[in-house]
């Protein structure tokens, strides 16, 4: 069964506003958590690495004003999209280690449409 | 810069027959290697990994080779099946201290055919 949920599947919301996907472990402490972006037909790019407890490692290109995360615990890191964009309309997936080197787990991910 | 590349965005097999996808890398630092399966709208699923340290592991239908001279890997599928159809992503993985993160290529569509 699933071992990483994703929250929601899918959002529609208008330019300016915000949206929150939540990414949860759901059977074991995952301290590190990964937020991936997916265009169409495109490959996933990692957008940040989530640490529990402390601030988010961005990868190069990636605005962490527009893009907020928190794991503020061990099973949930959330992905917050500020004044949304059509733009921004993308597949975020989120991911998490059970142990290091073990395959990641991935939530089904979230499609995001912006009006 | 894309380090990692999947070459061919599709590929087309018969039912039976082996399914050959392939992966290049270009960072040396790459100790991990994983490939995906993933359905439209839905997250990867883990299909099979391998260890720098190996040149080959197998699970099944799939046997995944690592050729790390020439810095490429490659997934077999054998018998291919119908359901097997989907998009397919390698991942290659270093140790960066907490975890390791992936690094994707752009992935190879399989369809395979009755």
């Known amino acids: 069964g699933a071992v990483v949920s994703q929250h929601p599947s899918w959002v529609i919301c208008k330019s300016g506003t915000s949206v929150k996907i939540e990414c949860r472990s759901l059977?074991?402490?995952?301290?590190?958590m990964f937020w991936y972006r997916q265009f169409p037909k495109q490959s996933l790019m990692l957008m940040a690495t989530s640490n529990e407890g402390s601030k988010a490692t961005y990868e190069q290109g990636v605005e962490k004003d527009k893009f907020l995360i928190n794991h503020a615990s061990l099973t949930l890191s959330t992905l917050t999209v500020t004044s949304a964009h059509p733009e921004d309309s993308s597949f975020y997936i989120c991911?998490?280690?059970?142990?290091?080197?073990?395959?990641?787990?991935f939530g089904n991910g979230t499609r995001l449409t912006v009006t | 810069d894309q380090q990692v590349k999947q070459n061919s965005p599709s590929l087309s097999v018969q039912e039976g027959r082996i399914s050959i996808l392939n992966c290049d890398y270009t960072n040396s630092m790459f100790d991990y290697f994983l490939w995906y399966k993933k359905y439209p709208a839905e997250g990867p699923t883990f299909l099979i990994s391998i260890s720098s340290i190996k040149d080959k592991n197998e699970d099944g239908r799939f046997t995944v080779f690592l050729n790390k001279s020439a810095k490429h890997l490659s997934l077999h599928i054998v018998p291919s099946q119908p359901g097997d159809s989907a998009v397919y992503f390698c991942?290659?993985?270093?140790?960066?201290?907490?975890?390791?993160?992936?690094?994707f290529g752009t992935g190879t569509r399989l369809q395979v055919t009755l």
């Open positions: 059977d074991f402490q995952a301290t590190t």
């Open positions: 991942a290659a993985a270093y140790y960066t201290g907490t975890a390791s993160k992936l690094t």
């Open positions: 991911s998490a280690d059970r142990t290091v080197n073990s395959p990641l787990h």
